[in-house]
């Protein structure tokens, strides 16, 4: 960089040169603006800018293919009367908070990931890329390891069977029984990992797609009534505020039961012994609110938005802590085929959260 000074050097004098007009840096090039309009008109993804009005502003022509669009007279336009996607109209509204990636399904069976924008003084920005292709790879990768979890059963059962029969036979030493009881624990942890898959492969292939009116409370004292000898055995104290006139929901019992399991599972599970775990349902709204909160050793903030992945285990999670990597992803899969929405907040050292949110 050039620095000026007021006084001329009397060793070297020079001139300096003139001011550049252009503000382009050394090596960069200028586009014209017919140029970015032509790459915006052309881009394979769909891009479309709704104002805060709800009018639209630009689209390109992909958007207008996705959306089915009629280009001509579009620009101006309010979005709620050129589109008729529910989904991408809720997705539109520039007035309400929604996520910055979502997914809307189309009649033909294209599915397209939403990337929304909020720009000052531009609007909201809308980019549709389309994810059929992973979708069908993943429906592939899931159809493999639902049929390879589903063949391992058999081999599986008859091991444990074997196994549970060596003591029956005859005597054996100590250190075979500790031989015979590595091997159990072995197929048993195996066998609720396909257990997990085989769920998952259910809830996602719709095969409990049967809904009728089920009240939680009853299911959460199920539940707590299953689990009384491990709350025992850690010494929590396991604190219920649901009141009994909470108003029912229209869900699948034994998926609901599964994910409230899986919730007060964890809570159970990742608490130090004599920890306090609160489960707490309440209505607000025409929803349910339903919470499992514990002061246990939280969920560090760099594994905290992968919690709901398939496999996925936190990095402070003991390695040979029993688990699948699979329970929250089922309970995330549970909650979202009965449209509602689940989260969690936790503060390592403290305890964590899980929310869910249910429509009545």
């Known amino acids: ?52 009005d709800g009018r639209v502003n630009q689209a390109n022509h992909a958007a207008c293919a996705i959306l089915e669009l009629e280009e001509t007279g579009l620009t101006g336009r309010p979005i709620r009367e050129v589109c008729q996607h529910p989904d991408m109209l809720d997705i539109c ?64 059962t008859a091991i444990l069977g074997y196994v549970e029969l060596v003591s029956r036979v005859g005597p054996v030493n100590e250190q075979q029984q500790e031989f015979i009881q590595r091997v159990q624990y072995s ?21 409990d797609a049967g809904k009728e009116i089920v009240h939680l409370l009853p299911i959460i004292q199920e539940v707590l009534d299953s689990m009384r000898n491990r709350i025992k055995d850690k010494k929590h104290t396991v604190k219920v505020e649901v009141p009994s006139n909470l108003p029912a929901i229209l869900g699948n019992p034994i998926r609901l039961r599964q994910m409230i399991t899986n919730l007060i599972n964890n809570a159970v599970k990742y608490t130090q012994s004599g920890g306090l775990i609160t489960i707490l349902g309440q209505a607000e709204d025409g929803q349910i609110i339903f919470q499992v909160s514990d002061n246990g050793q939280g969920i560090l903030p760099a594994d905290q938005p992968h919690v709901f992945d398939k496999f996925y285990r936190g990095s402070n999670v003991s390695y040979d802590a029993p688990g699948s990597g699979l329970g929250l992803a089922i ?13 969690l907040d936790s503060t390592p050292g403290q305890g964590t959260t899980f929310t869910v949110v249910l429509p009545v």
Not at 19 to 42: C, N, Q, R, V, W
Not at 105 to 128: A, E, H, K, M
Not at 151 to 156: M, V
Request: hydrophobic content about 35%.
């Open 1 to 52: 960089m050039i620095e000026r000074e007021d006084e001329t050097d009397p060793m070297t004098e020079h001139t300096l040169p003139p001011e550049p007009t252009d503000s382009k840096l050394p090596g960069e090039t200028k586009i014209e603006p017919g140029k970015l309009e032509a790459m915006f008109t052309h881009l394979e993804n769909g891009v479309i800018v709704i104002g805060r």
């Open 187 to 207: 197929v048993n942890s195996i066998t609720a990992l396909i257990n997990d898959l085989l769920d998952m492969g259910r809830i996602e292939a719709g095969f």
């Open 93 to 156: 509204d520039p007035l309400k908070s929604h996520p910055t990636h979502s997914e809307i399904n189309l009649d033909d069976g294209r599915v397209f990931l939403v990337q929304t924008s909020l720009i000052p003084q531009v609007g909201l920005v809308i980019v549709l890329q389309n994810i059929s292709y992973l979708k069908e790879l993943d429906r592939i990768k899931t159809d493999f390891v639902y049929t390879v979890s589903h063949d391992l059963r058999s081999p599986l």
């Open 331 to 343: 309970v995330q899969t549970i909650v979202q085929n009965h449209q509602g929405r689940v989260w």
